[in-house]
């Protein structure tokens, strides 16, 4: 099987953007709604990609679907891989169903926040029996202190093909997260290193949600600033194998790990998660606020507070929530 990552593969669409040229297509009576299995391969230019289109009479005119790529910077993130696609549609259409994830065959979608555990166990049931004696031996990128791909693995959704080696797998997976990382960090203003920064990330990304991430960046640098325990649940958690608990119970705030930001200053010893782009920014671009807590105090509902006062306000918030079952 071959896994290419929608993220890291450009297929040439390059050139100056014009105004599309209408060159003719299908009227909407052509559209029988009959779908196709199209197959872009690795390595195939836009023009390519075009010509195969019109040749399998999902468009009307190749001319027309390359100069809507052109102007369309969207087109390079086209993955390689097979398609349902729709026969005799327009130039536009097209071009977003090719733009469209769902529309992948055999597709593996690794998620925001998974660990490395479960990226493990999704592949061996994907048939890659292999997945975690492959994982123990990966190496991981240069500059990072780590002995594990935990936080290495991008998210993103990834196309099957056959032929393709766990190692090859894995590769794609930290070639996508290394574009992603280093062009999220070049023009960082944190004087942190890159393991701490990617630690921060993968913190970020299992506490909250995007809306809110810039907020918990500036909790956790605050608190890193004045030597404040971190106090995380989803460090907890990891060092547990757990995961879903609202409630952590006070014996899993004694556990003696590395990963304990209760009982330990600083930062755990590693990643816990495999963050996506956004997790990644919000932990090289805080937003500024002195923030020192954060309680989601129903679902969706992430609140901040700058000292204890405010913060046991919102969790007696919380509890009221969560007794009356907003949490379920």
Do not use: C
């Not at 890159?194 to 918990?216: C, H, M, R, W, Y």
């Not at 004045?226 to 609202?246: F, N, V, W």
């Not at 969706?300 to 000292?307: G, L, M, P, Y």
């Amino acid at each position: 099987m071959t896994i290419i990552a929608i993220l890291l593969i450009s297929h040439n669409f390059e050139g100056k953007s014009r105004d599309p040229i209408i060159y003719g297509e299908y009227e909407v009576s052509d559209n029988k709604g009959k779908e196709v299995i199209f197959e872009v391969v690795k390595g195939d230019y836009g023009s390519e990609i075009a010509k195969k289109l019109e040749d399998n009479g999902i468009i009307k005119s190749s001319k027309l679907f390359y100069e809507l790529a052109l102007a369309d910077s969207r087109a390079k993130t086209i993955s390689p891989g097979r398609y349902k696609l729709t026969q005799g549609v327009s130039s536009k259409q097209a071009l977003d169903e090719l733009l469209d994830p769902s529309r992948l065959i055999d597709k593996l979608i690794i998620k925001e926040g998974m660990r490395l555990s479960e990226i493990i166990t999704l592949l061996e049931d994907s048939g890659y029996s292999d997945a975690n004696v492959v994982a123990r031996s990966t190496k991981i990128p240069k500059s990072f202190r780590f002995n594990s791909l935990e936080g290495f693995l991008y998210p993103a959704t990834y196309s099957f093909d056959s032929g393709i080696s766990t190692e090859e797998v894995y590769a794609q997976m930290i070639r996508g997260f290394e574009s992603v990382f280093f062009d999220e960090v070049k023009n960082r203003e944190i004087n942190f290193s890159n393991s701490d920064i990617l630690i921060i990330a993968s913190i970020i990304q299992a506490e909250g949600t995007p809306d809110v991430f810039g907020k918990i960046a500036a909790v956790i640098y605050n608190r890193l600033k004045i030597d404040m325990p971190l106090q995380m649940d989803s460090t907890i958690l990891y060092a547990e194998k757990s995961r879903g608990e609202i409630y952590l119970p006070r014996k899993s705030l004694e556990i003696e790990s590395g990963y304990n930001t209760y009982k330990n200053i600083g930062l755990p010893i590693a990643p816990i998660s495999n963050p996506g782009r956004e997790a990644i920014h919000a932990a090289v671009n805080p937003e500024k606020g002195d923030w020192l807590y954060f309680v989601t105090v129903e679902p969706n509902d992430t609140r901040f507070a700058k000292n204890y006062k405010d913060f046991l306000k919102l969790k007696r918030l919380y509890q009221s929530n969560y007794k009356e079952g907003k949490f379920n």
